[in-house]
């Protein structure tokens, strides 16, 4: 900085305008010089907190998949139990005593819609006050084990009403209340030897409205009257079957 020569050839002092008097109404202000780089304290960015959980703790996590273990290996035990095990056994099956073969005459059932006409006893007074709907009649026979032929007269009774049937089945089961007559009785069918079948074995079973009386006998008896009478009781239980499907 160079300053002025004065005439006498002195420099001259420097002048300045003057200092503006203090005021204590204008305040000082007073600059804080920033310095150009931050310090690392300030310049470091503060992390950022880690998310909430929203889900289950750890513990419960834990939980839950030993739970879902468990449940599957319940299931896989199940599963090898049902392949691994042995099959269960077949059902039994039902054993018939006696094998039957339809008698050549009549060829087919005989049918009827008037039970009473075809009835004899308290049996018939009973199905002239409570007619029935059909009666199907048809002989059979089938082989005893000495070798005699026995005669099986099936008969179905078709009621109107199950009422009907229970009240029909109980009567006919009773001793001396008559029944319906057997197929041979009521001269439809022949069986040599025999001219009715009611002095044999009898038996009679109800299905729904349909009540089934079979009665059966041999021409040649067993010596002993009562083991000939057992023995065609037997006979008549077994033939019951053949009443479901007879046509």
Request: charged share 25%.
């Amino acid at each position: 900085m160079s300053f002025p020569e004065s005439s006498s050839g002195r420099r001259a002092t420097p002048t300045f305008p003057p200092r503006p008097l203090d005021d204590s109404r204008t305040p000082s202000l007073i600059l804080s010089a920033l310095p150009d780089v931050l310090p690392e304290s300030l310049r470091r960015e503060e992390p950022t907190p880690p998310p909430r959980r929203t889900g289950p703790s750890r513990p419960a996590i834990i939980k839950i998949v030993a739970a879902v273990v468990l449940v599957a290996t319940l299931v896989g035990l199940g599963v090898w139990a049902l392949t691994d095990s042995e099959p269960a056994p077949p059902a039994p099956v039902a054993q018939h005593e006696f094998t039957f073969t339809r008698a050549a005459e009549p060829a087919a059932a005989v049918l009827d819609s008037d039970c009473a006409d075809h009835a004899y006893g308290q049996t018939k007074r009973f199905l002239a006050t409570t007619a029935c709907q059909q009666l199907t009649r048809a002989l059979f026979t089938t082989t005893l084990s000495d070798g005699r032929v026995a005669y099986s007269s099936v008969a179905v009774v078709r009621m109107r009403s199950d009422a009907d049937a229970t009240a029909l089945f109980e009567l006919v089961r009773k001793d001396n209340t008559g029944s319906i007559a057997d197929i041979v009785r009521d001269r439809a069918a022949t069986a040599p030897g025999l001219d009715r079948l009611s002095k044999g074995g009898f038996a009679a079973d109800k299905h729904g409205n349909d009540v089934v009386i079979v009665e059966s006998d041999t021409a040649t008896k067993d010596s002993d009257p009562e083991a000939h009478r057992n023995e065609l009781k037997r006979v008549s239980r077994d033939a019951l079957r053949l009443g479901r499907d007879l046509k």
